[in-house]
């Protein structure tokens, strides 16, 4: 079973562009959203987290929007950047009554900025 | 402070030889978790320590493998018997008790031949 849906599994977007990646979660009790980027050969990376209790998120060019009655959140990276190309993974993680905390990956986007 | 630090970056062995691996995790976190990452998947969790108390195991976390974490510092994680299907990233991941916020390693890339 398969608690986080991210698609699409590959994006390619021109440099200035904006790279938009969706995620949909099953589990209700989810309630910490973070976004990881992964270079190859490395560890992911935390970009970006939100909790549910907003809509939406900004740090710098990346943005996360959120809709819990939908159970959908997405990342939007602004004015796309080659250095931007790499895998961008959601994940999701229960954030309370004792939780271990332990992360729902997504499968992954792989996101290519064409100078 | 470094970040998470993880030991070896790269394992090539054999089918049926056991392998270990460290992992050294930010000095003031007191979870540590491992994770495994296929190609082209995300990472799936294997277990997670709370300070030396290991506190929850993946079924993915067949009776060959065993991780450790002694004195609440680092840990290990031990495959015995190594198989083809253990060729993967081997993540290890920190994190303050009270905070959903994981910090990862570099990663272990095992490949058994």
């Known amino acids: 079973q398969q608690q986080v849906k991210q698609s699409p599994q590959s994006l390619i977007v021109q440099k200035g562009g904006i790279s938009i990646i969706n995620c949909a979660y099953e589990?209700?009790?989810?309630?910490?959203f973070p976004w990881y980027q992964q270079f190859p050969g490395k560890g992911p990376a935390l970009l970006i987290a939100?909790?549910?209790?907003?809509s939406e998120k900004k740090e710098g060019r990346f943005t996360i929007s959120f809709n819990k009655s939908a159970k959908q959140f997405s990342l939007h990276i602004m004015d796309s950047q080659p250095g931007d190309s790499a895998t961008y993974f959601c994940a999701a993680t229960q954030n309370s009554g004792g939780s271990n905390y332990k992360l729902t990956f997504g499968k992954g986007t792989l996101l290519t900025v064409n100078p | 402070d470094t970040g998470v630090s993880q030991d070896p970056r790269h394992k090539i062995t054999k089918r049926g030889q056991n392998v270990t691996f460290r992992c050294d995790p930010i000095s003031e976190h007191n979870r540590l978790y491992w994770y495994r990452q296929t190609l082209g998947q995300g990472p799936e969790f294997l277990t997670y320590?709370?300070?030396?108390?290991?506190?929850?195991k993946s079924r993915l976390l067949s009776d060959r493998f065993s991780a450790e974490r002694p004195k609440g510092s680092f840990s290990t994680l031990e495959i015995q018997r190594t198989e083809q299907g253990d060729s993967a990233m081997y993540l290890c991941?920190?994190?303050?008790?009270?905070?959903?916020?994981?910090?990862f390693g570099q990663g272990t890339r095992l490949t058994v031949v």
């Open positions: 589990n209700t009790a989810f309630d910490y």
């Open positions: 320590f709370q300070n030396e108390a290991q506190l929850e």
């Open positions: 991941a920190s994190s303050l008790e009270d905070s959903p916020r994981a910090f």
């Open positions: 939100i909790r549910p209790d907003v």
